[in-house]
């Protein structure tokens, strides 16, 4: 079964705090992609990172930053100096193939001023 | 470019009404998706599509049914609406097999069914 648990319903940090989000995954596929997406308050969906299971190195994009580690299934999401603009609903996703997609329930994120 | 446009933006169905919610994209990419995401919970995926003419079942595709006679274009149909189905509803593109699976949003059709 395809499973992903963003056991952290809702988390608020002061602003410039660091705050991580988890993100833990279920497969019994080799080979599977893991996803990041934001929803703002506006509602749209925007894509963050992906990376594939052969690819375990760490990501950093700016204040953002990723951890993969398939010891611990985990795909961990971390924002460094969070700023009021980074309020908003966090997803992780899972696919195999592309074609279906399991998406976590997200954290919602309010960095307060 | 538009990217993956979706209209109307929010309808309000009675009981047993029908309609269709459209989806285009100008990406020329070859996969596309419907989602629905319901309050406080993740996206569900209803149906894909990784080709003009194929189309396949996600998670919840009960109650509803698509289409995909062109490349740009995926509509979504709701069949005898029902309460169950009042949801946001999201289209979404990706490039596909062989290029890269991250995903392109719509605006998203917030739809009520009272």
């Known amino acids: 079964a395809q499973k992903v648990t963003q056991a952290q319903t809702e988390i608020s940090v002061v602003e410039k705090e660091d705050v991580t989000l988890d993100c833990v995954y279920e497969?019994?596929?080799?080979?599977?992609?893991l996803f990041w997406y934001k929803q703002p308050p506006s509602g749209e969906l925007v894509f963050l990172i992906r990376r594939n299971s052969f690819d375990e190195q760490n990501e950093i994009s700016g204040r953002y930053s990723w951890n993969f580690q398939k010891s611990t299934s985990s795909f961990n999401f971390t924002i460094t100096a969070s700023q009021v603009v980074d309020s908003a609903v966090y997803f992780c996703a899972l696919s195999h193939t592309g074609n279906q997609f399991y998406f976590g329930t997200g954290t919602s994120l309010t960095v307060i001023p | 470019n538009a990217g993956v446009t979706q209209t109307p933006k929010f309808r309000i169905l009675k009981i047993g009404q029908s309609m269709t919610l459209q989806c285009t994209q100008d990406?020329?990419?070859?996969?596309m998706y419907w989602y629905r995401q319901d309050p406080g919970m993740g996206l569900k995926l209803i149906y894909y599509s990784v080709g003009a003419g194929i189309t396949d079942k996600g998670e919840v595709p009960n109650g509803y049914n698509v289409s995909r006679s062109t490349t740009e274009d995926f509509p979504l149909r709701l069949e005898l609406a029902a309460p169950s189905q009042t949801s946001v509803y999201f289209c979404a593109s990706s490039p596909g097999r062989g290029f890269s699976y991250e995903q392109y949003f719509g605006p998203g059709t917030r739809l009520t069914v009272t």
């Open positions: 497969t019994r596929d080799t080979t599977y992609y």
């Open positions: 990406m020329n990419h070859n996969y």
